[in-house]
């Protein structure tokens, strides 16, 4: 099939891509390999920040200014002000679709605190803004004509003498691989912290397919080392909570009921404070019983029904016991400040993408900013783009080398469990390359990671089954995590400092002599990859003139 225009991934960034490039007048579609309500953005549950109530004191240089501290360095400052400066015009067009965020009585949009911000910007549905936001585009989207194609897994990017060409594809209800040609491509699917599966927020699908597809393609990644920690989530499942509890007044105490923490620091600090606490031997709680029940059932209800769901506790009178678990993946495909990537006509946007928003630690609230900014600019883009060629020829051998792949994989003996492999991968990662990191204990993740890929090629579907075996897909996103696990842990190895989410114990200083630039990794050849950090000769001259002007 032929689409002007494909978006893979549907959360707020594919929605947005998706809405815009169609309202250009194109033909477009969105891949979605499962349910669009799955997706990070709809699990972002705090809310959107925006400069909105000037009254409060607030302004967007506040807002840089807080994002750019939060950050640790490595800010791409220009795309800040830009997103920033748009925020509020965000916010309006995102209700004026029928996003319903909160208001007072008289109508004024309500704003509460979040972790790192000197001001309370952050717009909200109670304690489900995420998934607000993201059923309002969806249904924006169909109202729009907009192709959603559920149950299709993306696979890799076709090209033709070089230049994209389209995408393969699976068919997870037949087992199907198909082509779908495209003149520009918007990739939109997600970040990566699923890896560390039993330690994420995340679901199981957030394995960094897109991103190991892009690494595929020979486009260049960036901050692989940067994963965020959340700092609350249950410690029975993993599971968020929001830190719109802690916006909304919840405190961090231990098992003697101390509070030992600032819960409004930035995430990267205040994982490291509980994760700390708990190596002492304590257990850390989520205390809500001195908030009123109103603001529990009004502004809370997603923690209430979860703790009481997932942990049996009812946060109006107990304690809820929480663990820091991965949660947010900084990193990924390399972008221009328009969404282009090193691939002519491939853009890339959301939380697949590094934009240079979040430098080396996030503030929360902002990553749904950020889907949405990019979002938009990338559908515009690829529909500029889109504009400027015309469809290329669809190398069938690219199609005929998928099938091939997954019938092998369909077809073969298996020899492991892939549940065992990937919870024990991720078991690896939370131990090794988590909260804290070691030279030590990341040679060890990546001697873990190199012997599960010798074992990979062992995986086949038990089932036989062609209609929607969830073996299949579940093969090939560990296939796909391993890749992104090899490059996080060989790119945090050679980052030799603390900076931000990536702390290493046995350098424990930041070193902006020689690590004040960004990462990158390319794939020179099959399981080759090499790691670079740019402008390291500029950045060592800057630091000079800094110290010699004593900045």
């Not at 099939?1 to 477009?28: E, Q, R, W």
């Not at 997603?302 to 947010?328: C, F």
């Not at 204990?441 to 090629?457: C, G, N, V």
Request: hydrophobic share 40%; net charge negative; glycine share 8%.
């Amino acid at each position: 099939m032929l689409y002007d225009v494909i978006v893979v991934g549907s959360g707020i960034s594919g929605l947005y891509s998706a809405l815009y490039a169609k309202k250009a007048g194109f033909n477009v579609a969105v891949l979605t390999q499962s349910n669009p309500f799955r997706s990070n953005s709809a699990v972002a549950s705090g809310g959107i920040n925006a400069v909105i109530n000037i009254a409060e004191l607030d302004s967007v240089a506040r807002h840089v200014s807080d994002t750019v501290e939060g950050a640790d360095g490595l800010s791409h400052l220009q795309n800040i002000e830009k997103m920033f400066e748009e925020a509020p015009n965000i916010v309006k067009e995102l209700s004026e679709m029928g996003v319903g965020f909160d208001e007072d009585a008289e109508g004024n949009l309500e704003q509460r605190p979040f972790g790192g911000a000197s001001a309370n910007r952050t717009c909200y549905i109670a304690d489900r803004t995420g998934a607000s936001i993201v059923q309002t585009l969806l249904v924006k989207c169909r109202d729009e004509g907009v192709h959603i194609l559920s149950n299709h897994k993306f696979l890799n990017i076709t090209q033709y003498n070089g230049k994209l060409s389209g995408v393969t594809v699976l068919r997870r209800h037949n087992t199907q691989v198909i082509a779908l040609a495209c003149k520009s491509l918007v990739l939109a699917g997600g970040g990566y912290a699923g890896i560390y599966r039993g330690h994420s927020t995340n679901s199981q699908e957030s394995s960094g397919d897109v991103i190991a597809a892009a690494l595929r393609a020979h486009m260049r990644l960036s901050n692989m080392e940067f994963v965020q920690f959340h700092p609350t989530t249950l410690a029975s499942t993993g599971a968020l909570i929001s830190e719109a509890a802690r916006g909304e007044g919840a405190i961090l105490v231990d098992e003697t009921q101390e509070r030992f923490t600032d819960e409004l620091q930035t995430r990267d600090k205040l994982s490291r404070a509980i994760t700390t606490h708990m190596l002492k031997g304590h257990k850390v709680y989520l205390d809500f019983r001195h908030l009123d029940e109103k603001v529990i059932e009004t502004k809370l209800p997603s923690a209430q029904k979860m703790a009481l769901n997932a942990a049996g506790v009812d946060i109006r009178t107990e304690l809820l016991e929480i663990t820091p678990s991965a949660h947010y993946s900084i990193g990924g495909i390399w972008t221009r400040e328009d969404t282009s990537t090193d691939m002519p006509f491939v853009f890339a946007c959301g939380e697949c993408a590094v934009t240079g928003v979040h430098g080396a630690n996030r503030l929360g609230g902002n990553s749904l900013l950020e889907g949405a900014y990019f979002g938009r600019l990338a559908g515009r883009e690829a529909a500029r783009a889109a504009l400027k060629r015309d469809f290329q020829p669809v190398d069938y051998a690219d199609v005929n080398k998928e099938m091939r792949r997954v019938e092998l994989i369909v077809e073969g003996e298996s020899h492991f469990n892939i549940n065992a492999m990937r919870k024990n991968l991720g078991e690896s990662l939370f131990r090794n390359a988590g909260v804290f990191r070691s030279e030590s204990t990341l040679a060890d993740a990546l001697e873990y990671i190199h012997y599960l890929m010798k074992r990979s090629y062992g995986l086949h579907c038990v089932n036989k089954e062609r209609h929607n075996n969830v073996e299949l897909p579940a093969i090939l996103e560990f296939q796909n995590a391993l890749t992104i696990a090899e490059a996080m842990v060989v790119t945090a190895m050679q980052r030799k400092e603390s900076r931000g989410v990536h702390y290493r114990e046995d350098y424990p200083m930041r070193d902006d002599r020689h690590f004040d630039s960004a990462s990158y990794v390319l794939q020179l050849q099959y399981n080759y990859m090499r790691v670079s950090f740019e402008n390291a000769v500029q950045n060592n001259l800057w630091y000079n003139i800094k110290k010699a002007l004593g900045l």
